[in-house]
Nanobody, 126 residues
Framework: QVQLVESGGGLVQAGGSLRLSCAAS????????LGWFRQAPGKERELVAA????????YYADLVKGRFTISRDNAKSTVLLQMNSLKPEDTALYYC???????????????????WGQGTQVTVSS
């Protein structure tokens, strides 16, 4: 089992930056893919960035490519999402998630994720 707690959300002006952090508990963290999802009011939850268990492979949604960077530190059981050049349309509740399967190659598949944090709000003002 994995338990996830996000932090780092807040209010920022357009063009600004935020860094989200997710701390995990559980001994299997290093074996699982990790992802950051977001959900805006009235919209479906979408996968914005993901990283495989080793940290060598990443996935980004087209809308955030070149602006967001995901990274992980398996020794510290943390995953980060650095968000630059933020836009008002990035406003959403951001969730950290961990994959269901060990050593999975499906880190870019939203259906891979089975463990969720409680979310952290990101609001970008224009």
């Amino acid at each position: 089992q994995v338990q996830l707690v996000e932090s780092g959300g807040g209010l920022v002006q357009a063009g600004g930056s935020l860094r989200l952090s997710c701390a995990a508990s559980g001994r299997t963290f290093s074996r699982r893919a990790l992802g950051w999802f977001r959900q805006a009011p009235g919209k479906e939850r979408e996968l914005v960035a993901a990283i495989n268990w080793s940290g060598r492979n990443t996935y980004y949604a087209d809308l955030v490519k070149g602006r967001f960077t995901i990274s992980r530190d398996n020794a510290k059981s943390t995953v980060l999402l650095q968000m630059n050049s933020l836009k008002p349309e990035d406003t959403a509740l951001y969730y950290c998630a961990a994959g269901e399967n060990y050593y999975s190659g499906n880190y870019g598949d939203r259906d891979e994720y089975d463990y969720w944090g409680q979310g952290t709000q990101v609001t970008v003002s224009s």
